[in-house]
């Protein structure tokens, strides 16, 4: 299984952007995405995850009502909608696929990564 992410770039504090991840397969409808980051010189870090059937969701705190996590299993794809970006959002982003059907915060639940995209914001 591939991951394919895309949407990222540079953008100014404030503004917005929307990543996709798009499976190379039908999998991960029956499992949880999500997405993490890290940035240079920071541990890996959890950012959102979604259940299966999209009907619940986990965020990290600092992401809390900016970013929305929201998935189209019908096109295997998971968005990570993030507005009101600010420049401590400057990671690469990757996104995930669970061994579970609903997932949180653990690294080690997570057994597909993509490739990661580049997301930069400037002040």
């Known amino acids: 299984v591939q991951l394919q992410a895309s949407g990222g770039g540079l953008v100014q504090a404030g503004g917005s952007l929307r990543l996709s991840c798009a499976a190379s397969r039908r999998t991960g409808s029956n499992n949880a995405m999500g997405w993490f980051r890290q940035a240079p010189g920071k541990e890996r870090e959890f950012v959102a995850s979604?259940?299966?059937?999209?009907?619940?969701?986990v965020y990290t705190d600092n992401v809390q009502g900016r970013f929305t996590i929201s998935r189209d299993n019908a096109k295997g794809t998971v968005y990570l909608q993030m507005n009101n970006l600010e420049p401590e959002d400057t990671a690469v982003y990757y996104c995930?696929?669970?061994?579970?059907?609903?997932?949180?915060?653990?690294?080690?639940?997570?057994?597909?990564w993509g490739q990661g995209t580049q997301v930069t914001v400037s002040s």
């Open positions: 979604i259940s299966w059937n999209g009907g619940s969701t």
């Open positions: 995930v696929v669970s061994r579970f059907s609903y997932s949180g915060r653990d690294p080690t639940n997570y057994v597909y």
